[in-house]
């Protein structure tokens, strides 16, 4: 059984929310305009837990004629787009909105390579922003997952050393296992309340 005084920490796309078919559709549709193809599975190997500069460096070569100033402005459009098509029809599940409530006793953060700005009103909408004792966003660290940066941060800020760390991808469990916490992959969002269920009876 989990000690109440643990942290359970959660990735926000592909775990709370299920916004990575969102985020695939959208880079799909820019670096199109590059010339370049992005099928889901190749979004999945690279593209889940990490930051956008880093999928821009991964997709530089391979876009032809591409302007970096031009590329920052319309990443800001493919950000707005998930933003107003999550704000329009939720991407966080009722059954992880009751999960997180039913999880007062313990100490809970949230850490996403996601932007603030494309995160939190989400989390306000869906009535669960509150919930977090602490959070970290993408543009809180200078060093993204997989570097540990993230969760040490996120452990200062909740005041533990340690807990458990719910994450889809590779670099996000790479992330909290150098920091000290342990993983647990969450293949789909939906399969989220019953991970935690299984943690916490132990």
Same mark, same amino acid.
């Given at each position: ?29 820019? !670096?199109?305009? /590059?010339?370049?193809? !992005? ?15 880093? &999928? /821009? ?5 391979? &876009? ?36 997180? $409530? ?32 602490? &959070? ?8 993204? $997952?997989?570097?540990?940066?993230? /969760? ?8 533990? $050393? ?41």
């Amino acid at each position: 059984m989990v000690d109440v005084r643990e942290a359970l920490v959660f990735d926000y796309d592909g775990v709370v929310a299920n916004t990575e078919p969102l985020h695939w559709k959208s880079w799909a549709i820019l !670096l199109s305009r /590059y010339g370049v193809e !992005l099928p889901w599975e190749e979004y999945c190997r690279i593209g889940r837990g990490v930051s956008d500069r880093q &999928m /821009y460096e991964h997709f530089r070569a391979r &876009m032809s004629g591409v302007d970096e100033g031009e590329f920052i402005r319309q990443n800001s459009e493919r950000k707005r787009l998930v933003r107003e098509l999550s704000l329009k029809a939720s991407p966080i599940a009722p059954q992880t909105i009751a999960l997180l $409530k039913s999880l007062e006793d313990h100490r809970l953060g949230l850490v996403t390579s996601s932007e603030r700005a494309d995160v939190k009103p989400i989390l306000q909408a869906a009535g669960i922003s509150e919930l977090f004792d602490a &959070m970290v966003f993408g543009d809180d660290v200078a060093a993204p $997952k997989p570097s540990p940066a993230p /969760y040490l941060i996120i452990a200062e800020r909740l005041g533990v $050393k340690t807990g458990f760390a719910f994450e889809d991808s590779e670099a996000g469990l790479e992330s909290a296992r150098s920091a000290g916490f342990r993983s647990i992959r969450v293949e789909r969002p939906e399969d989220l309340p019953e991970l935690v269920k299984r943690i916490i009876r132990g």
